[in-house]
């Protein structure tokens, strides 16, 4: 079992920067491939960005398309700790966002365990 719990959403205006955390608890943090999903009010949860388990120091990372060049993901496995780097932000991307964690090497199929979610707001 591990608890993730985001934070650093708000509102911000169009163009502007935000950096999402993941802290994870738990001593296993380095073996789960983790990911970041977002919902979108009427729409479905969607995938945003995954990186695989850190086994090595380069850990495969992917990114959805419609966000690919405005975001990086990225750990720290000292700081049990995920991060989402989100730039040039959009009215589009409001939504809640959720940290995942996965039980295996590679962020793919349904995640096994969620955060609660934190709020990002981007106004035109």
């Known amino acids: 079992q591990v608890q993730l719990v985001e934070s650093g959403g708000g509102l911000v205006q169009a163009g502007a920067s935000l950096r999402l955390s993941c802290a994870a608890d738990?001593?296993?943090?380095?073996?789960?491939?983790m990911g970041w999903f977002r919902q979108a009010p009427g729409k479905e949860r969607e995938f945003v960005a995954g990186i695989g388990a850190s086994w090595t120091d380069n850990p495969r990372m992917n990114y959805a398309e419609s966000m690919k060049g405005r975001i990086t993901i990225s750990r720290d496995n000292a700081e049990n700790t995920l991060y989402l780097q989100m730039n040039s932000l959009k009215p589009e991307d409001t939504a809640v966002y959720y940290c995942?964690?996965?039980?295996?090497?590679?962020?793919?199929?349904?995640?096994?365990?969620w955060g609660q979610g934190t709020q990002v707001t981007v106004s035109s």
């Open positions: 995942a964690a996965y039980r295996k090497s590679v962020p793919t199929g349904t995640p096994d365990y």
């Open positions: 738990g001593r296993t943090f380095v073996s789960y491939s």
